[in-house]
C-alpha cells in the first residue's frame, strides 16, 4: 500500500487548508487511516484517525474544534479539513493506515506512511 499525501503550504493564523491522501496498491487493507505531524526538533505526535466506516474518530486535544476527517473510500482517500490554523500548527503532516479496524493513537500501531506534506502558519 501506498499513500500520497497533498494540500499543505504556507497560510497566516486564521486560515484554513486541506489536506488529502490518497491510498493505492492494495487499499482494501485498510482500515483505519490517520494524520499525525512532527514539529521540528519535536517527536511525530498524533493528530486525528478515523475508522474503515467513518463512524468512528479521535482527535487529539489540540486541534478539537478546528480540524475535521473524513474520508472517500470509493476513492480511498481521507481529508483533513484544518481551520483557524495556529503556528504552533506548523509542522509536517503525514497520513498513516493500518489494517485492523481500531482506532489508535499510536504511532507504532499503523502499517503504511505517507511521504509527508509540510504545512506553514505564519503569525
Known amino acids: 500500500v501506498q499513500l500520497q499525501a497533498s494540500g499543505g503550504g504556507l497560510v497566516q493564523a486564521g486560515g484554513s487548508l486541506r489536506l488529502s491522501c490518497a491510498a493505492s496498491?492494495?487499499?482494501?487493507?485498510?482500515?483505519?487511516m490517520g494524520w499525525f505531524r512532527q514539529a521540528p526538533g519535536k517527536e511525530r505526535e498524533f493528530v486525528v484517525s478515523i475508522n474503515w466506516s467513518g463512524s468512528s474518530t479521535d482527535y487529539a486535544d489540540s486541534v478539537k474544534g478546528r480540524f475535521t476527517i473524513s474520508r472517500d473510500n470509493a476513492k480511498s482517500t481521507v481529508y483533513l479539513q484544518m481551520n483557524n490554523l495556529k503556528p504552533e500548527d506548523t509542522a509536517v503532516y503525514y497520513c498513516a493506515a493500518k489494517r485492523t479496524g481500531f482506532i489508535t493513537t499510536s504511532l507504532v500501531t499503523y502499517d503504511y506512511w505517507g511521504q509527508g506534506t509540510q504545512v506553514t502558519v505564519s503569525s
Open positions: 496498491g492494495g487499499s482494501f487493507n485498510i482500515g483505519v
